[in-house]
């Protein structure tokens, strides 16, 4: 938390709070008023939390006001997405018809702001990188993600991001990834709460004995998903991709 309030990261907004002694004020990760020492600065849980400690509000960066996440809808080779950003971070990126969906824009709309439909450059940035990945020309993407959760699912969404492209593990595999090695369903339960689809890939994870698991795209689109990375990891000349399911 110290490392990014002093580097002033809009990545961590709405994760915690900065409580600031000398003033008896608290901000945001991303205030751009000059940071005080470190020995005066204490963090908190949210803004709820930082009055409960006698601070007010930073009336530079406004830590009450909500950001409003601008949301379209695409259409994709497996089915329809709900794209969300912010003015700086992705915060959404889920199947339209998943089960989960409506949980999922109350816990955007909870975590972050508000939910208007519109267009914004970042939604235009998130479109494009997911079509060129959908299309077999994209491996990796370039995007700075907001996705606040509890600590557990973001130490498991943190591990998803380190697996690479056309490799998968188990559900297993990924508890003991993240130190939890009694609980798989957890850590499954983690993954079917991640927001960020694809981008933070949930579809690498598969069942122990091979079979796909579940997916809040659907198995096909996990099959699809998987399918494509493996035709994208032979196309760089190699004989086969580094795991099988």
Request: charged letters at 25%; a positive charge.
């Amino acid at each position: 938390m110290e490392r990014a309030f002093y580097a002033a990261d809009p990545t961590f907004d709405g994760r915690f709070v900065a409580a600031i002694r000398t003033t008896g004020v608290f901000c945001r990760p991303s205030c751009r008023a000059r940071k005080p020492l470190p020995k005066n600065v204490t963090f908190v849980a949210d803004a709820a939390a930082a009055r409960a400690a006698g601070y007010r509000p930073c009336l530079r960066c406004q830590p009450e006001s909500a950001a409003t996440v601008h949301v379209r809808e695409i259409e994709t080779p497996i089915g329809p997405m709900t794209l969300g950003v912010t003015d700086h971070a992705i915060v959404l990126a889920d199947f339209s018809r998943r089960a989960m969906m409506p949980a999922q824009l109350a816990t955007t709309r909870r975590r972050i702001g508000p939910t208007v439909v519109g267009d914004a450059p970042l939604l235009d940035r998130l479109e494009a990188q997911l079509r060129e990945y959908l299309a077999g020309e994209r491996r990796g993407f370039d995007l700075p993600l907001e996705t606040p959760g509890s600590a557990f699912q973001e130490r498991v969404w943190s591990e998803l991001r380190d697996i690479p492209y056309a490799e998968t593990i188990s559900y297993r595999e990924l508890a003991v990834r993240v130190d939890s090695p009694l609980a798989p369903r957890a850590v499954g339960r983690a993954n079917g709460s991640n927001r960020v689809a694809i981008i933070v890939p949930c579809h690498r994870v598969i069942a122990a004995g091979g079979g796909l698991g579940g997916y809040g795209g659907g198995l096909t689109a996990k099959r699809f998903l998987l399918d494509l990375e493996v035709r994208g990891y032979s196309s760089r000349g190699l004989k086969s991709a580094p795991s099988a399911w």
